[in-house]
């Protein structure tokens, strides 16, 4: 099973992006399905998950920006970000709880905001 994100790219302060990630060959409930970013020089961060009951989680700095959902009948998990600020440039990386299984990641996608 992989994940493949898609939906990266340069967009202005302001914009818009839709990330999308889906996993090819499984038809797993994973739990939680979201995803993390990386930005230059810092840590991964845990940015926005939803779990197999729909709960949602949102790191504080994108709170009312981003929109998280799934859609497990695709197996997939989606990012909406709006009003994109040049802090949110970084490398987002889809992420999916396998449990009991090896969770898994996908190969990250760059989202890149210019002032």
């Known amino acids: 099973v992989q994940l493949q994100a898609s939906g990266g790219g340069l967009v202005q302060a302001g914009g818009s992006l839709r990330l999308s990630c889906t996993a090819s060959?499984?038809?797993?409930?994973?739990?939680?399905f979201g995803w993390y970013r990386q930005a230059p020089g810092k840590p991964r961060e845990l940015t926005a998950t939803?779990?197999?009951?729909?709960?949602?989680y949102y790191t504080d700095s994108v709170k009312d920006r981003f929109t998280v959902s799934r859609d497990d009948s695709r197996s997939s998990v989606y990012l909406q970000m709006n009003n994109l600020q040049p802090d949110d440039t970084a490398v987002y990386y889809c992420?999916?709880?396998?449990?009991?299984?090896?969770?898994?990641w996908g190969q990250g996608t760059l989202v890149t905001v210019s002032s």
């Open positions: 939803v779990n197999k009951w729909g709960d949602t």
């Open positions: 992420y999916a709880g396998a449990a009991p299984y090896t969770d898994l």
């Open positions: 060959g499984s038809t797993f409930a994973f739990h939680p």
